[in-house]
């Protein structure tokens, strides 16, 4: 009986242009390998599984950020403080300071005043109100008009 257990890896270059063009059957073919491949080009394990990527963030006394999530592996100083590079309680403290300026509603107040903004500057009618309309349809109320 053969105990010994078998090591899914790949020399898939994730960073080329072929994946980089069309990542998605590279992340299929990861998936079906396993669920933790060896990337032997970069000597890196990859988790290809939504479930196996959750528990990892889950763990972070095994799985820390600190020094930065990506495959350098020169610490830069410059992500020191930074949600991404940073492990709980730091993560956290970060994290309750950033939701309310990145929730759903604040990103969407903030693009549909950056829209109105860059209409109103597109269309000319930047804050003067009934005046600038008027001045911008050439003096022709618009009131009561129907569109044709």
Not at 6 to 24: A, C, K, L, Q
Not at 67 to 78: I, K, R, S
Not at 90 to 97: A, F
Not at 110 to 137: H, N, Q
């Amino acid at each position: 009986m053969d105990t010994t257990q078998h090591t899914p890896s790949s020399d898939i270059d994730i960073f080329g242009d072929e994946v980089s063009e069309d990542p998605y059957p590279f992340y299929a073919e990861l998936r079906e390998m396993g669920r933790a491949v060896r990337l032997t080009r970069y000597e890196v394990w990859a988790l290809p599984g939504y479930d196996e990527v959750w528990q990892v963030q889950r763990r972070p006394e095994l799985f820390s950020s600190v020094g930065g999530p990506g495959l350098n592996y020169v610490e830069d100083p410059m992500m020191t403080g930074v949600v991404l590079s940073s492990d709980p309680p730091d993560h956290s403290r970060y994290r309750r300071i950033l939701n309310g300026k990145l929730s759903s509603r604040a990103l969407q107040d903030l693009l549909r005043g950056e829209i109105e903004r860059r209409a109103a500057k597109t269309s000319g009618l930047e804050a003067g109100g009934r005046r600038s309309t008027l001045r911008w349809t050439g003096g022709r109320s618009t009131r009561g008009r129907r569109s044709r």
